[in-house]
């Protein structure tokens, strides 16, 4: 039996119900789930990974293992040799959960103005986006501000393997006020994308009205814009910008009513709901009115309040850092990045990916080197990619390796605890079960 720190639930992922008491920096005993395999038939199952060092998701285990997979699924995990009908050969490479962006935009926002130059996106574009995440080793997505209908068809196309790529979670729009960002900032000057991508609302009722629509629709969770990306303190009003880029443009906050009713008609339809947070006070404002994590959490400032801190410790809201677009920026992110993991916050890696900055999948790995870079641990960051994306996007079945969860498997050839670049060593992509990309 091993004892390990209990960082919040971050190290476990499990469901917010559970919490860890007392919360914080305290001891808790987990044993790893290593099973032995069935005895009698040596080729039980459809595929078996040898002798491999293994990163589980929330450490690396001791020694070396042979990792078992049947019918898409995780079957064992075994310090003693097993065979299966097909055999990878590790070498004593590194074995991990497939990574998980749990925040990224994927159409072309730029781009897609009109059903023509949607059909283009999708016809041309799309399946390129969908394997540049293969072959980097992001074996799940989550979009969380795409155009509903279009994303959760893709989503559709996916699951029926009408489309090979990652799995794919999404929350469609972006709910936001009237006048909101992203409607107001990104799409001010595309109303036919701006219809599409934000679900603006004027109202309690229309928020709660949309929330039901997507709930409907069967979207993964929701994500809610309480404000924009840059508010300037010294103005009267809110002031969004991205220097050289956009704006100024003057925003209205979405009001606190309108915020705690998308949130509880979430909670209510069994959704998880995410906002967009830049600023300590709306950071507060939102876990208060029950917000299950804060995307960018606080970006514009440095967390100067540790009473903040403590509230996302006893909520359980997870913290989304977004370094990749945001932290070179944003300094005072990446200062607070490592605040917050180092209190115990769960972080879970995000990216905000968007089309025309950078490349779709490789951005997920230069994510986990920024994490390391603000002051993370390589596990930490490991961590974040694996069972805390996991949790962040509620499907307790991804991001660790361990019976009888989803077969989603990246080979190394060097070892990702040591040194957080060797994610980029890959030699094998393993969705369900199946290779799907091959470099060795």
């Not at 390990?4 to 992922?13: A, D, P």
């Not at 064992?76 to 040799?81: D, L, W, Y």
């Not at 928020?207 to 039901?212: A, C, E, G, P, V």
Request: with cysteine; hydrophobic share 40%; aromatic share 6%.
């Amino acid at each position: 039996m091993k004892t390990i720190t209990c960082l919040k639930w971050l190290r476990l992922g499990v469901h917010k119900s559970h919490k860890c008491s007392p919360p914080g920096g305290k001891t808790m005993t987990y044993e790893p789930a290593i099973t032995k395999p069935q005895s009698g038939d040596p080729a039980t199952y459809d595929l078996v990974i040898r002798r491999a060092h293994v990163f589980d998701g929330h450490k690396a285990l001791n020694g070396l293992y042979d990792i078992a997979v049947m019918g898409g699924e995780i079957a064992a995990v075994s310090a003693s040799p097993i065979h299966g009908a097909k055999e990878i050969d590790a070498a004593e490479g590194w074995v991990m959960p497939g990574l998980i962006d749990s925040h990224i935009h994927f159409y072309n926002v730029f781009a897609v103005s009109d059903p023509a130059s949607m059909d283009a996106f999708e016809e041309n574009e799309l399946p390129g986006r969908l394997d540049s995440f293969l072959q980097y080793g992001v074996t799940t997505i989550k979009s969380v501000g795409d155009p509903t209908s279009g994303i959760l068809a893709t989503r559709a196309k996916i699951a029926s393997g009408q489309l090979r790529g990652p799995r794919l979670l999404a929350t469609g729009c972006g709910v936001t006020g009237r006048d909101g960002h992203p409607a107001a900032t990104i799409f001010s000057k595309n109303p036919w994308a701006r219809a599409r991508f934000a679900g603006e609302v004027g109202t309690v009722q229309e928020m709660r009205d949309l929330i039901h629509y997507l709930a409907d629709m069967k979207v993964d969770a929701i994500k809610i814009l309480s404000e924009g990306a840059c508010a300037c303190h010294s103005d009267e009003k809110y002031v969004w910008q991205i220097p050289g880029f956009l704006g100024p443009f003057e925003l209205e906050r979405l009001p606190l009513d309108m915020l705690q009713a998308g949130i509880e008609t979430a909670h209510e339809r069994g959704l998880r709901a995410t906002v967009h947070t830049a600023q300590q006070d709306v950071a507060r404002e939102a876990i208060e009115a029950g917000a299950d994590a804060l995307e960018h959490g606080v970006m514009n400032e440095p967390i100067t309040d540790d009473s903040l801190i403590q509230l996302m410790i006893d909520r359980d809201v997870m913290f989304v850092p977004t370094l990749y677009a945001h932290g070179e920026a944003h300094p005072e992110l990446v200062a607070n990045v490592k605040k917050v993991s180092d209190a115990g916050v769960g972080i879970a890696l995000g990216t905000d990916t968007f089309a025309g900055k950078g490349i779709y999948g490789e951005n997920t790995l230069a994510e986990t080197e920024l994490m390391v870079a603000a002051g993370m641990t390589p596990l930490q960051s490991l961590v974040a990619g694996t069972s805390a994306a996991a949790k962040q996007c509620e499907r307790a079945d991804l991001g660790v390796v361990e019976p009888g969860k989803r077969a989603d498997l990246l080979l190394l050839s060097a070892d990702p605890t040591e040194n957080i670049s060797n994610v980029r060593k890959l030699r094998k992509v393993i969705l369900n079960g199946e290779i799907v990309v091959e470099k060795d």
